[in-house]
Nanobody, 123 residues
């Protein structure tokens, strides 16, 4: 049973930084891509960033490109999302997700999800 647990969210001011972490257990982690998605109230879940199994190929949504870095540590079964220069529009519930396949920006491609960690950015 694959389980994903996120941490690191919080309430910050615009311009601050946060580092989200996702710990994975249960097996699939080594062979598939991982991603972060977010969902704000009244909005659809949207792709933020993704990373391949090797960690060498990353992908970012245009809205966060240049401000966010995704990384993974296969030996420790962790995926991180370093978010800098946060904006009020970054406020959302952030989810970690895994797939046995390649990087994808579609949430339909991911079959395992965490419960989410809340990020709130005040202006």
């Amino acid at each position: 049973q694959v389980q994903l647990v996120e941490s690191g969210g919080g309430l910050v001011q615009a311009g601050d930084s946060l580092r989200l972490s996702c710990i994975v257990s249960g097996g699939v982690f080594r062979y598939g891509a991982m991603a972060w998605f977010r969902q704000a109230p009244g909005r659809e879940r949207e792709f933020v960033a993704g990373v391949t199994w090797s960690g060498r190929v990353t992908d970012y949504a245009e809205s966060v490109k240049g401000r966010v870095i995704i990384s993974r540590d296969t030996t420790k079964n962790k995926v991180h999302l370093q978010m800098n220069s946060l904006k009020p529009e970054d406020t959302a519930l952030y989810y970690c997700a895994s797939t046995s396949g390649e990087n994808s920006r579609s949430h339909y491609s991911y079959n395992h999800w965490g419960q989410g960690t809340q990020v709130t950015v005040s202006s």
